[in-house]
């Protein structure tokens, strides 16, 4: 059973920046896509980016384009989002996500295994 653990979020003012973690235990991660979604009060969970088993591909949505940067470290058995020029709506829970699949990973029906979250709150 795949484990996954977020960390590093916090409180941050607008203009800062952030690197979440995401470490990974009891599966073989080097073999997973791991995906970012976050979901702000009141509203559905969403896609923020995803990388390929090996790094080769990585996806970002719109909203988090040039200012977020996905990474991994296979030999650490962790993913990273490092997040830059945080805005307000960017608050939200973000999770981690690992999944066997290497296309379609910015639908979270996709994935297989979740963290359970870790708060940033971006304030203004």
């Known amino acids: 059973q795949v484990q996954l653990v977020e960390s590093g979020g916090r409180l941050v003012q607008a203009g800062g920046s952030l690197r979440l973690s995401c470490a990974s235990s009891?599966?073989?991660?080097?073999?997973?896509?791991m995906g970012w979604f976050r979901q702000a009060p009141g509203t559905d969970r969403t896609f923020v980016s995803s990388?390929?088993?090996?790094?080769?591909?990585?996806s970002y949505s719109n909203s988090v384009k040039g200012r977020f940067i996905i990474s991994r470290d296979n030999a650490k058995n962790t993913a990273y989002l490092q997040m830059n020029s945080l805005k307000p709506e960017d608050t939200a829970v973000y999770y981690c996500?690992?999944?066997?699949?290497?296309?379609?990973?910015?639908?979270?029906?996709?994935?297989?295994?979740w963290g359970q979250g870790t708060q940033v709150t971006v304030s203004s």
């Open positions: 990388i390929s088993w090996n790094a080769g591909f990585t």
């Open positions: 009891g599966g073989t991660f080097s073999s997973y896509t």
């Open positions: 996500a690992a999944g066997t699949q290497l296309y379609g990973m910015q639908n979270g029906a996709n994935y297989n295994y």
